[in-house]
């Protein structure tokens, strides 16, 4: 019999019968009604070709038939047991791999990630740079942070407001030359330099080259720092939002770190 057509349902129920020897008191562990399980024995029956309790004056009784395949049965039924503990034991893991774009972690993960560390000495971090073709499953991804508008197909939350703000030099030096990113609104065509990521553009405008529109959640620490000076007022843009399949989101140590990101 294929895997795919394996009465679980009617096997279960069989189970606690036998145990019991009482349909009145496997009903009671299963939370349905005696004749729910006389429907579920009546239809495995049919399935299997045997019968497998009778009737007697003294109760229910196992049929030779059934009495031999129980053991596997229940064998069968641990094995399932130990695999969904083995399963769940993922969500206590103390290991999260999370992918980012590489200015990302350099500019606001990273510090956060020391925060949350210091309070869970025990977690194991692996940090992997974002491609936007990754693969939850294939990369072993718990997490991943993307600038979008929005999650996507999976769960997430977003990250800060997703402000962008336009910043230079301190002094002033090179306010009128753009550096453009490839997430940059607007001034490519104009730009004096190009760099690949807002994380470079930062530094880039820090040094003077010129003025740089980035992520306020990127830049909020350099302007608090006085390495760079914002120049105009904030508009809003794109924001980094935390993803992950809703499988990954459900789990404790996935929640949990949500929650050391964003403080919900």
């Known amino acids: 019999m294929k895997r795919t057509h394996l009465p679980l349902n009617g096997l279960r129920v069989f189970d606690a019968a036998a145990r019991h020897l009482s349909f009145t008191r496997a009903a009671d562990e299963l939370a349905v009604t005696p004749a729910a399980v006389g429907q579920q024995i009546r239809a495995l029956e049919d399935m299997l070709g045997v019968v497998l ?9 196992l049929t030779p038939e059934a009495e031999a395949g129980l053991p596997a049965l229940r064998s069968a039924f641990l094995e399932l047991e130990e695999s969904v503990r083995a399963m769940q034991s993922g969500q206590s893991s103390q290991h999260l791999t999370i992918a980012a774009p590489r200015d990302f972690t350099a500019k606001w993960l990273n510090a956060r990630l020391a925060s949350y560390a210091a309070v869970e000495p025990d977690l194991h971090f692996l940090l992997v740079a974002a491609d936007e073709a990754l693969d939850f499953t294939e990369a072993n991804l718990d997490v991943a942070i993307r600038l979008a508008d929005g999650p996507g197909e999976h769960e997430g939350i977003k990250l800060g407001e997703g402000r962008f703000v336009t910043v230079s030099a301190p002094d002033g030096r090179g306010v009128d030359a753009p550096i453009a990113w490839p997430g940059c609104p607007g001034e490519d065509g104009k730009a004096i330099m190009r760099v690949a990521d807002a994380g470079l553009a930062i530094d880039a405008a820090a040094s003077g080259f010129g003025r740089a529109c980035v992520p306020e959640l990127l830049v909020r620490a ?22 992950a399949p809703l499988p990954q989101w459900r789990q404790k140590k996935v929640r949990a770190l949500v929650t050391a990101l964003t403080g919900d």
């Open 53 to 61: 309790f009778r009737r007697t004056p003294r109760g229910l009784e």
């Open 222 to 243: 350099d302007i608090d720092a006085g390495r760079v000076a914002m120049v105009g007022e904030p508009r809003e843009g794109t924001g980094y939002w935390l993803i």
